[in-house]
């Protein structure tokens, strides 16, 4: 789930609550903190690299990238620091 705020909406058990339209009390909003997603970067290989511009919601200095196969598997070999950066650079 993508960072941002999203809408809690509730449904009775005297309902149904089987398709979407029973979902129609609308009782506060949730705060998914993280980025958004879909950014996409390229870089040149060997050349410094800057990854800016990322949106999100309750981001903060200290926040981590890192360049995996997928997001929890294994990271990139080739790339310093073992592919990772609190900086926004992969040098």
């Not at 941002?4 to 129609?24: A, H, I, K």
Request: contains cysteine; glycine residues 16%; proline residues 3%.
């Amino acid at each position: 789930v993508d960072g941002g705020e999203y809408r809690l909406c509730w449904c009775s058990t005297v309902g149904t609550c089987s398709g979407l339209s029973y979902f129609n009390t609308d009782i506060g909003t949730m705060v998914v903190t993280g980025p958004v997603s879909g950014l996409q970067v390229s870089c040149v290989s060997g050349q410094h690299c800057v990854v800016a511009n990322i949106d999100g919601v309750y981001l903060q200095d200290g926040d981590s990238l890192m360049v995996l196969t997928v997001c929890a598997g294994l990271p990139i070999d080739g790339f310093p620091n073992g592919a990772k950066t609190t900086t926004g650079a992969l040098q």
